[in-house]
């Protein structure tokens, strides 16, 4: 559920950042976005890496939005908690 999300945000966002992240996730990890789901850290890292640190954050916030998962605070550190109790981490 979590990957099928991230694909939809990013496709909202324009193709180019779903191949850019994908291509990105391929090269460095040997998995595409369906890695978000075994470590969300990862993926953040990615993100942040490709696209700088605010445009991680406001993935990961609207990810974590869109999945209508409750967390304490907008922090990095509560968003990525959240997808991982999700995860069942």
Not at 73 to 86: F, H, I, N, P, W
């Amino acid at each position: 559920m979590i990957s099928a999300t991230a694909r939809e945000i990013l496709r909202r966002l324009g193709r180019p950042f779903e191949a850019t992240i994908t291509a990105y996730l391929n090269s460095k990890y040997g998995k595409g976005i369906e890695i978000i789901e075994e470590d969300p850290r990862k993926f953040y890292n990615a993100l942040k890496e490709l696209f700088g640190e605010f445009a991680a954050k406001i993935f990961i916030y609207d990810l974590v939005a869109e999945l209508h998962l409750s967390v304490e605070s907008t922090g990095v550190e509560d968003l990525l908690k959240a997808l991982e109790e999700y995860l069942g981490g």
